[in-house]
């Protein structure tokens, strides 16, 4: 579990901030920390190489759809001092882009292309942003709530 | 009206194959007897058979048709001559094509039982014995493609000239004492010149194929292939040496005793070249595209091989020419290392008494009639032994296929060549071919010593 | 070779070099599902690999939306469908995070006891098609052999032989039949001395270890950075097991060791699963000695609604960590539940592994990260 010291530490960044929620579950074993889209490349390569965080191992990337906003998603591990962090970033849903992190953790390299094909986030920075899993004309985003699917050629 | 009648004849042949099939079941192993005992015992009437034939044509047939028939009576020898050498062709080639589907068959069921499973016990009711020929039946009844752009003459030729390879290498086999199919004096010359045909077939089969993957797959089969015909050669020479001829049937009567004066205990030469022996036997699955050495024809490979274009009989072919020089190659191994049809160590002996017995009973073709039951038993052993090792061994990959050619066999044949070199010299008998052997086993042993401490 | 070709070209000799483009298609007898691999080749070296993904994408985490919590413990299922019960696991593993579910003991013994056999059968299946990757047919049948003793077991407890459905959130479907306990054992007694022989058979064989020693290794600092996890990360070097760092369920109170590798090559992958098998015949046969009597699961609501907010949690599969992000609105149908799939983030190594290598060892490499399609796309 990652100390408190260190949380309130990070927090002395004015891009990262608490996330504010009241009565809902929280993970206890991720904090969950919101941070600035432009500042999430520094601040992760502050994560990975600061001592005492030693966030070594990115263990999942991924994307909610909210009604106005989006969050991408960061989970956090490291396997030298054991401890875990949460990342959100919040965009907005036209034209969301987020610096890459891949340059940090290479893991985040197809995860980065799934959020892409999947909910349209641009990943700024990444060495090969195609889409992933679905063929490379398919128009729209599919995990988006507001997504619907037009009769193509596949059907 | 027609489905009653098709219905009523089906559940009869239904009533009959599984009366037949129950018969079976519950009288199996009694069966599986009388059928290899019966199998076998023919093989003991081949020798006689083929020799009586030989003389009624001689001396019965060739003077009545061409005394009698075409009144030509100088043409007897040649009439004669005619016959029996097409005789011999067709026996041999009908050896080719019924072997195949037995070594198949074989095959199927052998590895079957190495993977716990059954193999074939359906087709033909007795353990799927007909299995093959529905298969032959199949493919034969497929439709010929050949791709467009292929070059059409060259994608009918590379097939054949596989099989014809495979086939023709029989021609030398002493398969008993007489039935030599043609006994040249440069036999083995010739077997190792014939078989060497089959790389120009996969190179063209490749090439043919207008199929880039086809002509990689056919080049890599054809490098293995180069790359193994000398460890085979060079192997031989060590028999050649010792037995100071290349003519199959001498080498076999020298290491069997047969023809001599004196009977005496005749040794087979695997027991001085045990090294060799090893090597010929390795370099021929390797020679016959056999895992572990099936690189260029893997199906979890890229490549699929040079013959993924292939369909229907040119597939059939290339698979039956696979399966021919399998047999081909335990074939010669056996004449030329096990002594071919002879009993070991004792052949000597009892060929001295038959001789005597048959000859005062004036049936002379009954002479050595153990010759060809005994050759296919230690043929069929080494077959064994070629489908056991397909079974058990992954796939070597190409580079490391190379390797072990060029970097391992082919020294080692060298300096067992040299060796007995050494060991044959005036200097050294009657003692050196002895020790000779004795450091060949020593050899052998340390290696298999090797690999069985884990 | 390219040095070599390099110098002809300082030489002022004219050369000139093709690069080919290798497609190993969607249907191929070797690529472990439906994966097409683009390869880049010079001669026989590759330089570039493109793997191209999403022909099993069936969109499990949208359908999931719009499914209520029980139902999709069937979707699960589908993903790494060698790895049943262990996706099953995760799934209401996590919803039972979010309630707050208390989960009885002998439930929890029970999900040990599956999950193990899974690791079990879906490690004798990567045994027998790498067997066949490297043209060792035998083993393939020999491992099969073994799973069907595996299935049968699942049969009996489930009814099903591959998509188990048989974790429910609270616990697990139904108790263990009379007779489980006896024939499980049995079969523990029966498989240990059977994977000494398949060591003999396959592990310890020349050609085998020619092709997979020093083949595709990975660097244990790679293997962090690239978030890859399970077997492929243990044979790396690193001795990370959730269920030993992270100990979820009962496993806690189980002894037993975790393999690692020393190489990262393909040998070390393919030697810590087998050394896997080995312990999880040990767990299981632990978790049967000591299952305690009680309830195989705990009283829930009748419909399902996990109060608002999110979790995530992993279990350690057999093909590495599985993910689970769970956010929840308080309504009876998950607002996103997203599947964190180890195959996916395993396989973005391949490119990098295969770099410098021959056409021969794709297969070899491919092989040895043990993916199920099924997981990668979803």
Partial sequence: MISE?????????????????????????????????DAV????????????????????????DFEGHMHVVYHLYSTSLRHKIMLKVQVGREQPVVPSVEPV???????????????????????????????EDWQGHPLRKDYVHEPDHYD | MPEAVARRRSSIAAWAFSRGARFAADWDIFIVVAVLGGVFGALFTVQPVMMGLKMLTEEVLAPWLSLTLFNTPQYTALISRIIVEIVVAIVVLKFFVLSAPLLIWLERKVSGHIQSRLGPMHVGGFHGWLQTIADG??????????????????HTIGPIMVVVAAITGFVVIPFGNELVPRDFNIGIFYL?????????????????????????????SAAQLVSYEIPRGVALVGVIMLAQSLQMSSIVNQQSGIGASEPFVAIPYVVFQPIAFIIYVIASIAETNRAPFDLPEAESELVAGFHTEYSGMKFAFFFMAEYGEMLLFSCVATALFLGGGSIPFVEGYIYAWT?????SMHVPFLIGFWHFPVFIIKTYVLVFFFIWVRWTYPRMRVDRLMDFSWKILVPWTFINLIGLGIALLPQFQPVGIWVFAAINWLIVGGVLLKAFKK | MSAAVDEAKAAGKRIKLEEMYLNMGPQHPSTHGVLRLGILLEGEVIIDTIPDLGYLHRGTEKIAEDRDYMQIIHLTDRMDYLAAMNNNTGYVMVVEKLLEQEVPERAEYIRVIMQELNRVASHLLFFGTYGVDMGAVTPFLYGFRERELVLDLFEMVCGARMTHSYMRIGGVAEDLPSGFAEECKDFIDYFLPVVDEYDELLTYNPIFMDRTIGIGALSKDAAIAYGVTGPMLRASGVPYDLRKDEPYSVYDKFEFDVPTGENGDCFDRYFVRIQEMRESCKIVSQALDMLPPGKHQAKTSRIIKPPPGEAYLEVENPRGQLGYYLVSEGEPMPYRLHIRPPSFVNLQVLPDLLKGLKIGDVIAVLGSTDIVLGEVDR
């Avoid at chain 1, 009565?23 to 991720?30: K, P, Q």
């Avoid at chain 1, 985040?108 to 060495?127: K, T």
């Avoid at chain 2, 039946?137 to 060259?154: M, Q, R, T, Y």
């Fill in chain 1, 5 to 37: 010291e260190l949380v309130n530490a990070l927090i002395e960044n004015p891009a990262v901030s608490r996330e504010e929620v009241e009565d809902v579950y929280r993970d206890s074993e991720f904090p969950v920390l919101m941070v600035e889209a």
């Fill in chain 2, 137 to 154: 039946i199949k493919l034969i009844s497929k439709e010929d493609i050949i791709p467009s752009g292929a070059d059409k003459v060259l």
């Fill in chain 1, 105 to 135: 953790w290479r893991g985040a390299d197809w995860q980065e292309r799934e959020v892409f094909d999947l909910f349209g986030i641009e990943f700024a920075g990444h060495p090969d942003p195609r889409r992933i899993m679905l063929p």
């Fill in chain 2, 355 to 359: 001789n005597g017995i048959f000859e």
């Fill in chain 2, 192 to 220: 190792l010149a014939v078989t060497s045909v089959s790389v120009f077939g996969v190179v063209v089969a490749g090439w043919a194929s207008n199929n880039k993957y086809s002509l990689l797959g056919g080049m890599r």
């Fill in chain 1, 41 to 64: 490349g520094a601040v992760s390569e502050f994560l990975r190489d600061t001592e005492g965080y030693e966030f070594d191992f990115l263990k999942n990337l991924t994307a909610v």
